[in-house]
């Protein structure tokens, strides 16, 4: 059985997309759109990467991000930050809040292949 | 160099400006050319009779060739030396001589000021715009709809161009998708450009509205015949001054010719002219008293006053309960800062903290030409009286030039502390580009 990979994005085709793309590349891929009850989908389904949007309906990716670092269990899961904003700034705040990798819109399908590939946990 | 040992140097200037030789001005000056040489490299003083007959022959006030440059052009090339990143340790040691430099070259100086603004204007129209792609809620919701709508074609466009087979059902599913996502990329891009549209006049809201109501302010002499005379009202002129003016700048015009309208019928230009000559001087708490008015009000109206009707040409300065300036007429060598705020040590703020209360202070402004300033200030209420509301105070300062000049102990004051060269100043909160002060340890 491939990994597990959690895509939290609100955006359907962008999900299908991004689901077809890491499927056939062998992940287990589930989505979650809501921002709210992000971190208890992370918990519930303990998944080895998160993919994770920065505006979501509900909740802001950065604080979803913030809450999984201050928890024993997600502290060191790997995150990436899906985001439209690419400026400096944002990728210093994703920085001091912890994220794993950091991915801007629009990107190239080969870009995110391999950015999640990088983020898979060592067996 | 101080400015009143350039006197020889200004004389210099304006006689080859008019075209003349050293050797004929000192043969109409009745001087030798060779002491007028020592005078033209300042090694001599020059005052009296002498100075009187070379500003005649040259053609220009006697104040012209002492006095120089007007103290707001040398404010304004100070504000243009102190911009971060232009003030390298070359224009550092070059501030020491911007009297010199003003007063040899008006015209230049005065170029380079104007330059200054206009790039000063224009950085604050980037950052404005800056801003408005930071903060402006439907500029980035628009804006992030387009980003994501183009990342979900760019996804489904490169899965169908790549080589390799793909099941049916999920080609079917990628072209409906770009199909969808294009129809609502231009839907959104079309939204964005109405947005853009909307906003007409984009470009003037960004570059600081107080400063279009200056300009207009400023070239009208801060007064309006029209309204005094009752021949137009607030309303058609703001719009008439208004028509090239942004949305905002034309409200505040607006807002303040309403103001002036206002101020002009419960003090018509006949009854406070009149008190003015009673009295002699334009001193408004006496004004007030006299004419039973509001103090803020006799200020503003003195700030409006023709100047044949006035002893001293009046400046005036009104900030809001903040502290910013929402009114700035400045004098020659009184000016005031286009941006942030002024002196902290203008009773203008210290009115703020005792309302109601008449200030009265001479000032002595910084600079070589250290002018003495009466400065009156009040803070008055401004807007409606509001049940278990704290009042809003509005603070005015009347600034008139103080002739006598026999205070004993002027309050030493500035402009701004980024041009102030006062050292050991308790209200400095940023420091000096003056070389002196900014020795000083901040």
């Known amino acids: 059985m491939g990994k597990e990979l959690l895509l939290i994005e609100d955006e359907p085709n962008i999900i299908e997309a991004v689901s077809f793309l890491l499927s ?86 080969g870009e995110m292949l391999e950015a999640v590939r990088a983020l898979a946990p060592v067996t | 160099m101080a400015r009143d040992t350039l006197t020889g140097s200004r004389i210099r200037e304006r006689r080859i400006m008019a075209g003349l030789k050293q050797a004929e001005l000192a043969r109409e000056a009745n001087i030798s050319p060779s002491y007028l040489n020592l005078i033209e490299h300042n090694r001599r003083r020059i005052g009296g009779k002498l100075l009187l007959d070379l500003a005649a022959i040259l053609d220009v006030e006697p104040t012209a060739l002492t006095e120089g440059a007007e103290a707001t052009l040398v404010a304004a090339l100070r ?10 340790p070359r224009a550092a040691v070059e501030i020491d001589r911007v009297d010199e430099f003003a007063g040899r070259f008006p015209g230049w100086a005065g170029l380079l000021a104007d330059t200054h603004r206009r790039t000063v204007a224009l950085e604050r129209t980037v950052e404005t715009l800056t801003d408005r792609l930071t903060h402006d809620p439907h500029l980035a ?126 003090l018509p230009l006949a009854t406070i002219g009149d008190a003015l000559q009673a009295g002699g001087d334009a001193d408004p708490f006496r004004l007030a008293g006299a004419l039973g008015a509001d103090p803020a009000q006799v200020m503003r109206r003195l700030a409006a006053l023709p100047p044949d009707l006035l002893p001293d040409p009046c400046g005036l300065a009104i900030c809001d309960a903040s502290g910013a300036l929402t009114y700035r007429k400045p004098l020659a060598d009184f000016p005031m800062p286009r941006f942030g705020a002024g002196c902290p040590l203008w009773p203008l703020y210290q009115a703020l903290s005792r309302p109601m209360t008449a200030t009265r202070l001479v000032l002595e402004q910084a600079g070589s030409t250290g002018r003495r300033f009466r400065a009156d200030a009040i803070a008055v209420p401004h807007g409606p009286a509001m049940p278990d509301r704290p009042a809003l105070f509005e603070a005015h300062m009347l600034v008139v030039p103080d002739r006598a000049e026999t205070a004993p102990d002027p309050l030493p004051v500035g402009v701004s502390c980024r041009i102030c060269p006062r050292t050991g100043c308790a209200g400095r909160r940023e420091p000096s580009i003056l070389p002196d002060a900014a020795r000083e340890e901040f």
């Open chain 2, 79 to 88: 504000e243009a030396a102190s911009e971060k990143g232009r003030a390298g």
């Open chain 1, 24 to 109: 056939r590349d062998g992940w287990t891929v589930r989505t979650h759109s809501n921002g709210a009850d992000a971190v208890e989908k992370v918990l519930k389904l303990r998944p080895d990467v998160v993919i994770l949007d920065v505006m979501l309906p509900g909740r802001s990716g950065y604080d979803i991000l913030r809450d999984l670092r201050a928890r024993s269990e997600t502290a060191n899961l790997p995150v990436m930050i899906l985001t439209a904003r690419g400026q400096n700034r944002d990728r210093e705040l994703a920085e001091r809040t912890g994220v794993t990798a950091f991915m801007t819109k629009p990107f190239a399908n």
């Open chain 2, 141 to 266: 919701a628009a804006l992030h709809e387009m980003l994501s709508t183009v990342t979900a074609i760019r996804a489904a466009s490169a899965i169908l161009a790549e080589p390799g087979e793909i099941p049916p059902d999920w080609q079917r599913r990628f072209h409906r998708n770009i199909h969808e996502d294009s129809a609502r990329l231009a839907e959104t891009s079309r939204t964005l450009v109405r947005y853009l549209d909307a906003a007409d006049d984009a470009s003037s809201e960004a570059t600081a509205p107080q400063e279009e109501v200056d300009a207009v302010l400023a070239q009208a002499g801060h007064r309006f015949p029209a309204i005094e005379t009752g021949a137009t009202g607030a309303g058609a002129l703001a719009d008439a001054l208004g028509a090239d003016m942004s949305g905002t700048a034309r409200r505040l015009l607006a807002r303040h010719l309403r103001r002036y309208e206002a101020d002009a019928r419960r």
